[in-house]
């Protein structure tokens, strides 16, 4: 039986695959592919986030976007706590989202 992937994968998982007899057919992929696969990784495990129907899956889910997005930091040379800084400027200068604020619409009172 073969089952088609066609997706980026964790390190280990081509040994794991081996450990349970099967063989994995993989391939190293460009720097500009890598950066692709990862994009469209994040947003995999986003729509597996959202889809997640305890707490532990959510965690789990949002830990893979950590590293996901902990990996695409690094190919910008910068580190995940490069990204926390900058998370914690946005916060500083706009708030973050503890508030549940929804934003409605936006009236132009000098357009009356």
Known sequence: ME????KL?????????RQDNCNP?????????????LEKKLLEEYQEVI???TSKERIE???????IIQTLAKLENKTLVDVEEVANQKRLKRGGFEKKVF????TDDNQL
């Not at 994968?9 to 794991?16: A, T």
């Not at 934003?103 to 936006?106: A, F, G, R």
């Open 25 to 37: 057919i993989t391939r190293t992929l460009s720097d500009t592919d890598y950066k692709k696969a």
């Open 61 to 67: 889910e949002l830990a893979d976007m950590l590293e």
């Open 51 to 53: 889809e997640a129907t």
């Open 9 to 17: 994968v964790r390190d280990n998982i081509p040994e794991i695959i």
């Open 3 to 6: 089952k088609i992937y066609n």
């Open 103 to 106: 934003l409605e619409k936006v």
